[in-house]
């Protein structure tokens, strides 16, 4: 007040450039106010207000195997959980509700394409004032696009035999590595399963794992959702059937390390939101 102004110096802590338009001497007080970092109040499964910046988000057919394009709305999941906080500070957030419209992926373009393909959907998620990135569910370690023809022959006769899983056949559409960490952690949550955006029916979202079985002389290439019943759907025969599968969104991303809350106390009616 009394038109005197200063800047606070971090470095040499103390006032800097004062301007004091007044003859007579002011004494001033100085209150400094902590400010708390997101990740240092945060915890697993606390609620939190994001809306991606992308109302409308096209999925090409020429992608999913899909017999036609699909068109998605990101801002529409506004409403997330905290899936983890990780070590640099970083938070890994999971949406709530999974998205209002649903995606299919068919024959060997969906296989192939799989786990690359939730990814650059989960991708249409973000808001890069708070966000440094996102993912699908289970799809970390995993090729994204498959390049090669399906043509692994491996032995199993059992949706089990993904536990053999072997590297080498991987790249070739022979099957990912089991990722169970997302899982647990929605789990831990307990929100493994959950509904679809503004409605109360339970829906499959897709979880981004392949696996193939080689039975009867027959190859199959698998896929797998999240839901209480849906078994895994079966994309692609190595005698040329082409099959499809049907489910919903559900991505994950990651926020900044620097943010600060402006509101909110990790409820559900009262999210986290920031400045």
């Known amino acids: 007040k009394n038109n005197i102004t200063a800047e606070w110096d971090n470095i040499n802590w103390g006032l800097k450039n004062i301007k004091n338009t007044n003859s007579e001497t002011i004494r001033c007080t100085v209150d400094f106010k902590e400010k708390t970092t997101f990740s240092e109040k945060v915890k697993p499964g606390d609620y939190v207000s994001m809306t991606p910046v992308l109302d409308s988000f096209k999925i090409p057919k020429e992608l999913t195997g899909d017999l036609q394009d699909r068109t998605i709305n990101p801002s529409e999941l506004n409403l997330w959980r905290v ?34 393909a939730l990814n650059l959907i989960a991708s249409a998620y973000t808001n890069s004032v708070y966000t440094t990135g996102s993912r699908c569910i289970g799809s970390e370690h995993q ?90 759907y079966n994309l692609y025969k190595s005698d040329g059937t082409a099959l499809d599968g049907f489910a919903y969104i559900r991505p994950i991303v990651t926020l900044k390390a620097n943010l600060t809350t402006k509101s909110g106390d990790g409820t559900e009616g009262n999210p986290w939101a920031f400045e």
């Open 83 to 116: 899936l983890q906080i990780n070590l640099d500070g970083t938070i890994d957030l999971i949406s709530k509700y999974t998205s209002s419209v649903g995606i299919i992926f068919r024959g060997q373009t969906g296989y192939k394409n799989y786990v690359g």
């Open 143 to 232: 090729t994204e696009f498959i390049m090669n023809d399906l043509t692994v022959e491996k032995s199993g006769t059992s949706t089990t035999a993904i536990s053999s899983w072997d590297s080498s056949t991987e790249p070739y559409g022979g099957g990912s590595a089991i990722n169970e960490w997302d899982k647990k952690n929605i789990d831990k949550i307990s929100e493994l399963y959950t509904y679809k955006v503004n409605t109360t029916e339970e829906v499959a979202y897709w979880y981004g794992l392949r696996y193939y079985v080689f039975d009867n002389n027959v190859g199959s290439w698998y896929v797998r959702v999240i839901a209480r019943s849906n078994p895994p």
